[in-house]
């Protein structure tokens, strides 16, 4: 060891803690599974390291859950909540009975394991004539229901909770709108918080709700009108922006209009700051879908376009606190060309921004069958592919009544969308489900840490060589840069996403360089 006045010369190896230092740079984890030696590897949300997994493109067929009441027309208003840290959901829908003017309200619930969904039994919320169920996740298997009674022209709201695929419901509370409801649209911000959308019976006035939850008891806030004097409304739309703001869409008059709005609601607060009002499209259509994208801070507003035969159109949206910026000069027209029922577009968007959409199209072939697409939306436009005409292979999806909606997708895993629908066919209705696995990764630009420098066992610590470092790798092409695929193995081409290796060395070395 020798001191000099520009730093200290070193002849031989440096220990630390009786391991000599290594000038290639490595860091130790616990390792998530098995490791292969100079397998690429990721960190994980918990600090361990794991290979790469790659997803396959599978779609399942449709497979029945429960038969409902036996007539024309299958489970009606069909919604769906999703609990992701307990791969449960929980589904709602108006079932006749088969008695003129009675109904009844059912819910229930399912594990996801893989492909599989494991459903448990009905619960009835209300045996009685009744409309627009809601239910959204307030996390942690608790659940809100709303619902219209229409022999008492009023409607309500109560908690369900889950165990397993056993729902208990809870009391229910009167909502104070003095009259059943109409399209209408619910949302959770927050385990404490969710909003309720909806048009009120006698005058078609749109109003929202914030709803208050504290153990299992809800309360209502009071109501809030969209814009005074505004009747004929209706196709309410909820979507939720962060854990105090929601977009509230809404058509009203007049002519076929929708507008929309950004509102707030901070802290402990029961009424929303109402943004200013803006104008998605003007006497263009009413039925719509509205999808925002969290990574790309963008919205798409999809409708079925009223002077193009119904077919299916697309603009964005974007706003700025409470400012709602609409762009009506760029549409993306024509998607689809089927004729689509109103109330039956639904939708969810995955964690890389595919979007994907089912509906109901009456023209296809058989009639009334049920379609699905992937919708990309990049800025201002909008491609439609993987389209899929009569996933309901040939049984009607739902009634001929539009607003009885019944195919909904949730996303409930990487690149995983697990559909609920209701079929309809003389002498057998059912509740059913399929799932729809688009090819997926858990690799991210972020997450691709560097090579595994030995074979590792669940749980081993884990040696990992990092930027700087070099690993073993066969085939490669000296002097040039390599990408990782969403497999793990190596390519001169990126795929999506981009992330980068390193760089070529010899035909069997790599220079580990993420950021390269």
């Known amino acids: 060891l020798e001191t000099t006045s520009s730093g200290i010369n070193v002849t031989g190896a440096i220990n630390v803690n009786g391991a000599a230092l290594s000038t290639a740079p490595t860091i130790t984890a616990t390792a998530n599974g098995s490791i292969s030696a100079n397998e690429a590897v990721i960190v994980e949300s918990d600090g361990k390291v794991a290979g790469i997994t790659a997803i396959a493109d599978t779609t399942t067929s449709s497979t029945n859950l429960v038969q409902t009441a036996n007539n024309t027309y299958g ?12 791969n449960t959901v929980v589904a709602i829908w108006l079932e006749h009975t088969g008695y003129a003017g009675e109904s009844r309200i059912n819910v229930a619930a399912g594990t996801l394991s893989g492909n599989t969904l494991t459903w448990g039994s009905n619960v009835v919320v209300y045996a009685n004539n009744a409309k627009w169920p809601q239910v959204a996740s307030l996390g942690g298997n608790k659940y809100i229901l709303t619902y219209s009674k229409v022999p008492e022209s009023d409607s309500y709201g109560r908690i369900a909770t889950v165990s397993g695929t056993t729902v208990t419901l809870h009391g229910e509370t009167q909502s104070g709108v003095s009259n059943t409801m109409n399209d209408t649209d619910l949302i959770a911000l927050s385990s404490s918080r969710a909003i309720l959308a909806y048009a009120h019976n006698s005058t078609d006035d749109n109003y929202i709700k914030v709803i208050q939850i504290s153990g299992n008891t809800v309360s209502f806030g009071s109501a809030q009108i969209c814009a005074s004097g505004n009747a004929n409304g209706g196709h309410n739309r909820l979507t939720k922006l962060s854990s105090t703001k929601f977009l509230w ?12 709005r950004v509102c707030e609601v901070a802290g402990g607060a029961t009424s929303a700051t109402l943004g200013a009002e803006a104008l998605f499209i003007d006497n263009k259509g009413a039925s719509h879908l509205t999808i925002y994208d969290p990574v790309k801070d963008q919205g798409a507003f999809i409708w079925q376009h009223s002077q193009r035969t119904d077919k299916i159109c697309a603009l964005r949206w974007n706003f700025t606190g409470t400012t709602l910026t609409v762009q009506t000069s760029t549409i993306t027209n024509d998607l689809l060309t089927g004729d689509y029922d109103q109330f039956q577009l639904q939708g969810d968007i995955s964690t890389t921004s595919d979007i994907f959409i089912t509906a109901k199209n009456s023209s296809g072939s058989p009639s009334n069958q049920g379609e699905y697409f992937k919708l990309v939306q990049n800025g201002d436009t909008f491609t439609a592919s993987n389209v899929t005409a009569n996933f309901s292979n040939n049984d009607g999806v739902m009634s001929t009544v539009a607003e009885h909606q019944s195919s909904v997708p949730l996303l409930v895993g990487n690149g995983q969308f697990l559909i609920l629908w209701g079929s309809y066919k003389s002498g057998a209705n059912y509740l059913r489900y399929f799932v729809r696995q688009y090819p997926a990764t ?26 700087g470092n070099t690993t073993t790798q066969s085939s490669l092409t000296p002097g040039q840069k390599y990408f990782v695929q969403n497999d793990g193995s190596l390519a001169l081409t990126a795929a999506d996403p981009s992330v980068a290796a390193g760089r070529a ?12």
Request: hydrophobic letters at 35%.
């Open 249 to 260: 869409t809404y058509y009203r008059a007049p002519y076929v209009t929708v507008y929309g």
């Open 442 to 467: 858990d690799l991210t630009n972020e997450n691709f840490i560097g090579f595994a420098s030995a074979a590792y066992s669940n749980g081993a610590t884990a040696t990992i060589n990092v930027t």
């Open 75 to 86: 489970p009606r208003y069909l919604q769906t909540a999703w609990d992701d840290a307990n």
């Open 505 to 516: 060395l010899t035909s069997t070395k790599l220079l580990i360089n993420t950021g390269d």
